[in-house]
């Protein structure tokens, strides 16, 4: 694992735009201030974590980012260009949480929305798109359950039932909010597993993440947010004391040094 | 049978049949959509700020032409629709006060406009409070044909956009994220909602209307686990209650057909709250005593199996370890015997060949190790271990 990044590291092509690229982003819900004049700029093939106390702005990164909620200022770019044009180069995880899970509808159902972007208007997804679902399904160990309605599933199989549906997007740039939120040590070890195997590929991940034990295990770059952006780059100059002090108040303390 | 025959010969009867059934076909599937989003309540704003658009379109026009009044129906009810959407956004107003003061305004102001067109002496005028409550009886072949063209534009169009109604209701956010326009399509489906009000004002009125668009959808929820199941039970349920409620309001001089018809379709959701497999009532609370009874009944053999491997099977024995009196220990054996796991010799129990296969496998199961008696427990007879 460890060699084959290092060869994709050594073989990067002439540098091309940045996976994504924000700059002076400004978001504010209601008078306050959400993300204020936030730069940030995600190299490509990496896992990258962005890490801050609650509420300080990281799900609504993503979401302004993508287009989901509007921004009061700011430009974003995604493979140097406007979010329209790169749709269909980014994946999407939201927050578990963010849906009713007793939809009636299956966990195969829920991957397959994954592929209406590439469908277009009106077309129903057939044969190989199931085909499709079923192999993404398969990449996260939920073959089994296919056609489990999506309520009879643990919280962790729900979780990776969303990375299915992105990961049947195919993209080049995903977005994860919380993707190991309330999951067992399996279900981690599994959706990690994953990850790593999409950097592999070459592609760009960018996870909310709130475990800073693990950070440095399972990230090769880190943002710092709190409401500003504290400190963003390689994990080795990012992950220090001081970098989490100021992010998270004084109280905090964390075995940086390990 | 006679009454169904006369669906087909009665001029009047087959109208009013037909009309109540288109209401339900289509209030069945746009109820599907809006209960999914949590909208349901939406369709009852919608419904009764239909009242002050038909009083309006006839203030204006003054005909009673059935088209006309609709579609002073359906403006009134997409304007409020949106009114209501938009405070929703742009103000921290929470919803149901929201839903409460746009549907009493609208309704309050249309109560008002009818008192003062009832009261202008205008002698035509008479029959718009039909609306209120609806009067099925007054639907003509031309209504009929109205109803089935708005019908049909709403219907057609949940076909072609079936699978983004379907991403928006269940994820909105990553629909978005797909670049598909989910205010636009939300906004269309709620005035898909509107033309199902408009369908359904003259059969039910519009006190009732919700009623087509919630539960017809709620009976079909329980049925089943797929949306597009769920769209078509919910259109089924919409035209039985439909036509049921028309015929049986045709046995008697003075059964109204849109009480009855929204009556129908309650009974049928009232049917499959409770007894839909799964979902329903009645077999979730047998399936919740059962499975209690089986867990007991488990871990019974199981304690009677540590017995008889450690210690001796008797009624004390057992009664000690679950701390039980005797007597019911007794009962409890046998219990265990009538299911073919022990057999009693006298005082002392012992397991027979299929209550060890069963708790060897429930050990493997839930992958519990055999508890071992424990010393400390009060009494020496277990303490073997
Ligand atoms: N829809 C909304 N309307 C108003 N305020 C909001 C909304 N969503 C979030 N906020 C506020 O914006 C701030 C940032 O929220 P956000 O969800 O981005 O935080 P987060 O970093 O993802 O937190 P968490 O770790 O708890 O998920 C919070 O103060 C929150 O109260
Ligand atoms: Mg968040």
Same mark, same amino acid.
């Given at each position: 694992?460890?060699?084959?990044?290092?060869?994709?590291?050594?073989?990067?092509?002439?540098?091309?735009?940045? *996976?994504?690229?924000?700059?002076?982003?400004?978001?504010?819900?209601?008078?306050?201030?959400?993300?204020?004049? =936030?730069?940030?700029?995600? *190299?490509?093939?990496?896992?990258?974590?962005?890490?801050?106390?609650?509420?300080?702005?990281?799900?609504?990164?993503?979401?302004?980012?993508?287009?989901?909620?509007?921004?009061?200022?700011?430009?974003?770019?995604?493979?140097?260009? *406007?979010?329209?044009?790169?749709?269909?180069?980014?994946?999407?995880?939201?927050?578990?949480?963010?849906?009713?899970?007793?939809?009636?509808?299956?966990?195969?159902?829920?991957?397959?929305?994954?592929?209406?972007?590439?469908?277009?208007?009106?077309?129903?997804?057939?044969?190989?798109?199931?085909?499709?679902?079923?192999?993404?399904? #398969?990449?996260?160990?939920?073959?089994?359950?296919?056609?489990?309605?999506?309520?009879?599933?643990?919280?962790?199989?729900?979780?990776?039932?969303?990375?299915?549906?992105?990961?049947?997007?195919?993209?080049?740039?995903?977005?994860?909010? #919380?993707?190991?939120?309330?999951?067992?040590?399996?279900?981690?070890?599994?959706?990690?597993?994953?990850?790593?195997?999409?950097?592999?590929?070459?592609?760009?991940? =960018?996870?909310?993440?709130?475990?800073?034990?693990?950070?440095?295990?399972?990230?090769?770059?880190?943002?710092?947010?709190?409401?500003?952006?504290?400190?963003?780059? *390689?994990?080795?100059?990012?992950?220090?004391?001081?970098?989490?002090?100021?992010?998270?108040?004084?109280?905090?303390?964390?075995?940086?040094?390990? | 049978? +006679?009454?169904?025959?006369?669906?087909?010969? &009665?001029?009047?009867?087959?109208?009013?049949?037909?009309? @109540?059934?288109?209401?339900?076909?289509?209030?069945? /599937?746009?109820?599907?959509?809006?209960?999914?989003?949590?909208?349901?309540?939406?369709?009852?704003? $919608?419904?009764?700020?239909?009242?002050?658009?038909?009083?309006?379109?006839?203030?204006?026009?003054?005909?009673?032409?059935?088209?006309?009044?609709?579609?002073?129906?359906?403006?009134?009810?997409?304007?409020?629709?949106?009114?209501?959407?938009?405070?929703?956004?742009?103000?921290?107003?929470?919803?149901?006060?929201?839903?409460? %003061?746009?549907?009493?305004?609208?309704?309050?102001?249309?109560?008002?406009?009818?008192?003062?067109?009832?009261?202008?002496? &205008?002698?035509?005028?008479?029959?718009? +409070?039909?609306?209120?409550?609806?009067?099925?009886?007054?639907?003509?072949?031309? &209504?009929?044909?109205?109803?089935?063209?708005?019908?049909?534009?709403?219907? $057609?169009?949940?076909?072609?956009?079936?699978?983004?109604?379907?991403?928006?209701?269940? &994820?909105?956010?990553?629909?978005?994220?797909?670049?598909?326009?989910?205010?636009?399509?939300?906004?269309?489906?709620?005035?898909?909602?509107?033309?199902? /009000?408009?369908?359904?004002?003259?059969?039910?009125?519009?006190?009732?209307?919700?009623?087509?668009?919630?539960?017809?959808? @709620?009976?079909?929820?329980?049925?089943?686990?797929?949306?597009?199941?769920?769209?078509?039970?919910?259109?089924?349920?919409? %035209?039985?209650?439909?036509?049921?409620?028309?015929?049986?309001?045709?046995?008697?001089?003075?059964?109204?057909?849109?009480?009855?018809? %929204?009556?129908?379709?309650?009974?049928?959701?009232?049917?499959?709250?409770?007894?839909?497999?799964?979902?329903?009532? /009645?077999?979730?609370?047998?399936?919740?005593?059962?499975?209690?009874?089986?867990?007991?009944?488990?871990?019974?053999?199981? +304690?009677?199996?540590? $017995?008889?491997?450690?210690?001796?099977?008797?009624?004390?024995?057992? @009664?000690?370890?679950?701390?039980?009196?005797?007597?019911?220990?007794?009962?409890?054996? !046998?219990? $265990?015997?009538?299911?073919?796991?022990?057999?009693?010799?006298?005082?002392?129990? !012992?397991?027979?060949?299929?209550?060890?296969?069963?708790?060897?496998?429930?050990?493997?199961?839930?992958?519990?190790?055999?508890?071992?008696?424990?010393?400390?427990?009060?009494?020496?007879?277990?303490?073997?271990?």
């Amino acid at each position: 694992m460890i060699k084959s990044s290092i060869n994709e590291q050594a073989s990067a092509l002439p540098r091309r735009a940045a *996976p994504l690229e924000v700059r002076d982003l400004t978001v504010a819900y209601h008078e306050k201030p959400v993300l204020w004049d =936030v730069d940030l700029s995600i *190299p490509e093939g990496q896992l990258c974590a962005i890490v801050g106390p609650n509420g300080a702005g990281k799900s609504t990164l993503i979401k302004a980012v993508l287009g989901l909620i509007p921004k009061a200022s700011g430009t974003v770019q995604f493979f140097g260009q *406007p979010l329209e044009a790169a749709r269909r180069r980014i994946g999407y995880v939201p927050q578990r949480s963010s849906v009713d899970w007793d939809f009636p509808t299956n966990a195969l159902d829920v991957v397959l929305m994954g592929l209406y972007g590439r469908l277009g208007w009106f077309r129903r997804p057939g044969k190989a798109e199931r085909e499709a679902a079923m192999h993404a399904l #398969e990449q996260v160990g939920l073959t089994a359950f296919a056609h489990r309605q999506i309520a009879q599933l643990s919280g962790g199989q729900q979780q990776r039932v969303f990375l299915a549906r992105a990961l049947a997007q195919a993209s080049d740039l995903y977005f994860m909010d #919380e993707p190991f939120a309330g999951v067992d040590a399996v279900t981690e070890a599994a959706i990690l597993q994953v990850m790593r195997e999409l950097k592999k590929q070459g592609k760009t991940v =960018v996870v909310v993440h709130h475990d800073l034990e693990t950070v440095r295990d399972y990230f090769d770059h880190l943002t710092l947010l709190n409401v500003q952006v504290i400190a963003s780059g *390689p994990l080795e100059q990012t992950f220090t004391p001081e970098n989490l002090k100021a992010t998270y108040g004084e109280r905090m303390s964390v075995g940086v040094g390990r | 049978m +006679d009454l169904l025959a006369g669906i087909f010969t &009665d001029y009047t009867l087959r109208n009013v049949a037909l009309g @109540a059934a288109l209401l339900g076909l289509v209030g069945g /599937v746009l109820g599907s959509f809006a209960t999914l989003r949590r909208q349901s309540l939406l369709g009852d704003v $919608l419904a009764h700020a239909a009242l002050p658009g038909i009083c309006l379109a006839f203030l204006l026009t003054g005909t009673k032409a059935p088209l006309i009044l609709l579609l002073g129906a359906g403006l009134a009810g997409w304007l409020a629709s949106l009114l209501m959407l938009a405070i929703l956004r742009s103000t921290r107003l929470p919803e149901d006060s929201t839903l409460g %003061v746009i549907l009493s305004g609208f309704f309050g102001f249309g109560i008002g406009l009818l008192t003062f067109i009832q009261h202008s002496g &205008d002698s035509d005028q008479a029959g718009l +409070d039909k609306f209120i409550f609806g009067q099925a009886a007054t639907v003509v072949g031309e &209504d009929v044909l109205t109803m089935a063209v708005l019908g049909g534009v709403a219907l $057609l169009l949940v076909g072609l956009l079936y699978k983004e109604f379907k991403l928006l209701t269940f &994820d909105p956010a990553f629909a978005s994220s797909l670049g598909l326009p989910v205010r636009g399509l939300g906004t269309l489906l709620t005035s898909l909602t509107v033309i199902a /009000v408009m369908i359904g004002l003259q059969t039910v009125g519009v006190v009732l209307m919700a009623a087509m668009l919630i539960a017809p959808a @709620a009976a079909a929820r329980q049925w089943t686990n797929r949306l597009s199941t769920m769209v078509w039970l919910s259109a089924a349920f919409g %035209v039985l209650s439909g036509v049921l409620g028309a015929v049986i309001s045709a046995t008697r001089e003075n059964l109204p057909t849109g009480p009855l018809v %929204v009556l129908t379709a309650s009974l049928i959701t009232l049917f499959s709250l409770l007894l839909a497999p799964e979902r329903g009532l /009645v077999w979730d609370w047998r399936r919740t005593r059962n499975n209690r009874r089986r867990i007991r009944l488990e871990r019974l053999l199981l +304690d009677a199996h540590v $017995l008889y491997n450690h210690a001796e099977l008797t009624p004390e024995s057992l @009664a000690q370890r679950r701390r039980a009196a005797p007597a019911r220990a007794k009962e409890e054996l !046998e219990e $265990l015997a009538a299911r073919g796991w022990v057999t009693g010799r006298g005082e002392r129990w !012992e397991l027979t060949e299929q209550g060890h296969a069963e708790a060897h496998r429930l050990e493997q199961a839930m992958r519990v190790l055999p508890k071992a008696l424990n010393p400390r427990a009060e009494g020496g007879a277990g303490g073997a271990a």
